[in-house]
Structures are given as C-alpha cells and as structure tokens.
C-alpha cells in the first residue's frame, strides 16, 4: 500500500521492504528447518501497527497450518508468535500434537520463585523491567481507567492509552512464569459530552484490550462478568433521560457489570503439568478450593464502597482470583495497586505480593494499611522508591503469633 508514493514500510523505515523480501526471509528459515521442499507460502502482509509481517505457511494443497511473524525493523523471525517447527511437522504428517506437548513437558523443571514481597513507587513499565524473568505466578490488576473521571484524565488521546497498556501487558508476559495466569479488571468507560450539543461516547476498552493480549503471547481462557446491584450503575448518570421520557431511540442500558479477563501466558504445558509437578505437595492441596465456589463466569459481587481509593474494587474480588489461579506460595503481581487490594487479599491467602503505583497517594495508604494485612513481616518486605514501613510492636508480635501457630 503506499502513501503519497512511498509504501508503508518505506515510510517506516523498515528493512523488510515488500513481499519477497518477506518470502526470502521465511524460505531461508525453512530450509534451516528442512521444510523448505513441503510448504508452500501463502500471501504476506505487513502489519504497520506493530511493525511485523505475517506469513502464511501451507501445505502443498493449500490448506494454511501456521504462520511466520518477522520484525519489520530487524527481519528477525519472532519465535514466540511463530508457530513451532515441530508442530508444522505434526500437522503435515497429520499426527497428534498433544504428543509433542507431552514429550516437552518430560524435559521442564517446576522452579519457584524466591521474590520477597514488594512494593513501589513509580511507573511500573520501568519497575517490571528490573524483576527476573518468570519470577511471578500470577498477575491480578485493574488498570486506570481512560478519562472516564477527573482523577485519571492523564491521556491525551485512546491510543496513547492502549499503547501504554501494551508496554505493561508485554513486560509482565516476561515476567510472568510459563503457562500462567494474568486476570484483568476492565470495563467499558462513558467520556461524557462536553456539552449540550454533543454527545457522550461510550468507548469498548475490554476489546481493544483483548486483542492486544493476544498479540502479546497470551491465550484467552475466560471472560467473567462481575455483576454489581441494580443501583450500583446511577451513579453514571446513564439510562435517567429514558425513566423519564421512554422515548425509542433514547434507551441506554445502565451498566452494572464489568468483565474480568482471563488469559494464560501461551505455553506447550498443559495445566496439569502445573499440578502434578509443583515441588510443594503440601502447598498443592492446601491450595484445593473449598466447597461455595463460583459456578458460573457471572460472580454478583457488591462493590467496595469504603475504600480511600476512587476506583477500588472490592477485596472478595481479589480474593477470588487469587484462590483460583495461583498455589499457596506464589508470587501475586499488582502493576497498578492502587490502595492494595490485590495485596491485601493475596498475603491473607498465604501468597506473596508484588505491588507497584506511581501515585504516592495511593502507596501511602498502601504503606498505613499493611500494618494490618495478614501473614506480613514487614521486616522482610521490600521498598523500592519509597521510606520503609516499620513495625510496630503490636505487629511484630501478632506475626510471631501466626508464624508459631500458637
């Protein structure tokens, strides 16, 4: 495609320039494989938005069984969004993949994270870059909402939005550990009009998520719709003009729902491995979920409403969420904590936490309010960014308390 005369990937500047450059690429990567004499190649696109190319990968008839991914700026071959050499093999001799898995898994070492529990201060983009890789088994998070209120009214513009949450999305794909878990909070947003002569836009922000999650090597396992009471959606003002009118055309549902996304870090593990071969068989069945679990993907939830944050969710929320994707032990990841929920809720269920906010209002409360969290010795806690909380010595002794089972 070009713009004023010059193709897309000229105006990037990338080094793969056109389709055959792409088709070159990808043949050289086949006969390295010794595939080269039974694939054919379909059609390659470039992909502007995230500086790729895409390549079709064929069998003689035709019929497409995977997909070369190249960065546009280096010709790399992007290995995790390829699909893998022997899972080409397999579908071209029309054999059983799950076999490979298995034989993959017989290789890999269950390791546990030795992360103490963290907090800090500061954009978390630049704090997940200094975590060790797979060093966290879980991540749980609500992130700002866009400018659907004056307190988090600091994008200019939606994409500059979405392209902040790729930057979080893909550092904790590095830190989060194979084939785990990270479960999102997300709701559309009403930005209200600015006047009488406008309108008020309703923007979709859990699909524009979802789509970057899957671009960013994860796999989509769920969608669960946190339902609140009837009241709880008024507040946003939408739905009052049809009570009082009923006029068609007018009707807007009042939204008392939000979603929680569920997506798994791409692996070859099955989840089973996960169980079978944890080291701690004694976290493992501590860890069972008792009887009274949610059923169904729709959880009725009321909200929390005696929180110092504005946008907080409630703890049984979080509690949830930990005790479903995550053992007794494991590392729980809050890129954006806010006042701790996530926090709060993981060290009650015996996990360790890793919290980051760059709002030193909300890492105060954080800082006033875990003198009161449970299974918490702050004198192993690190501070990054930020004073130390020392305990007091009624905390010191109530976790000696706990720590002795006495």
């Known amino acids: 495609m070009k713009r004023n005369g010059l193709l897309v990937s000229e105006e990037r500047n990338y080094l793969v320039l056109n389709v055959q450059q792409a088709k070159s690429i990808v043949k050289d990567w086949l006969a390295e494989i010794q595939l080269a004499n039974v694939m054919k190649l379909g059609l390659p696109e470039i992909d502007d938005r995230y500086h790729i190319w895409r390549v079709p990968l064929c069998a003689k008839n035709g019929d497409k069984i995977g997909e070369v991914v190249i960065d546009a700026y280096s010709t790399e071959i992007i290995a995790s969004k390829t699909t893998k050499p022997e899972i080409l093999t397999a579908r071209l001799l029309k054999q059983d993949e799950t076999k490979i898995v298995q034989i993959k898994q017989g290789k890999k070492e269950y390791s546990l994270s030795n992360l103490r529990n963290t907090v800090g201060l500061g954009d978390s983009a630049q704090l997940l870059e200094d975590m060790p890789a797979e060093s966290v088994d879980l991540i749980f998070t609500s992130p700002p909402y866009f400018n659907a209120r004056p307190e988090y009214s600091e994008y200019e513009a939606y994409d500059e939005y979405l392209f902040k949450m790729r930057q979080i999305i893909r550092r904790c794909h590095r830190v989060l550990a194979d084939g785990r878990f990270f479960v999102i909070n997300i709701a559309p947003v009403l930005i209200r009009r600015a006047s009488r002569n406008e309108s008020s836009r309703r923007i979709a922000v859990p699909f524009d998520i979802h789509q970057l999650f899957i671009e960013e090597g994860y796999d989509f396992i769920d969608d669960i719709i946190w339902l609140k009471p009837e009241g709880a959606g008024w ?37 089973d491995w996960f169980i079978r071969n944890h080291p701690d068989r004694e976290a493992v069945d501590d860890s069972k979920i008792a009887d009274g679990y949610e059923r169904t993907n729709v959880w009725k939830i009321n909200p929390s409403t005696n929180s110092k944050h504005p946008a907080a969710f409630p703890k049984e929320l979080a509690e949830k969420v930990v005790q479903y994707y995550s053992f007794k032990g494991d590392i729980v990841l809050d890129p954006f904590a806010g006042s701790g929920t996530v926090g709060n809720a993981a060290s009650g269920l015996e996990r360790r936490f890793v919290l980051f906010e760059n709002n030193p209002e909300y890492l105060e409360i954080i800082r006033e309010e875990i003198l009161a969290w449970k299974n918490v010795n702050l004198k192993n806690v690190m501070w990054i960014n930020c004073d130390p909380v020392k305990p007091i010595h009624k905390q010191i002794e109530l976790f000696e308390v706990e720590k002795n089972g006495h």
């Not at 049809?242 to 692996?267: G, W």
């Open 235 to 271: 507040a946003t003002g939408r739905g009052r003009r049809f009570a009082a009118d009923r006029n068609p055309l007018q009707y807007k549902a009042v939204p008392v729902t939000e979603y929680i996304l569920v997506y798994r870090k791409h692996s070859d593990l099955l989840i």
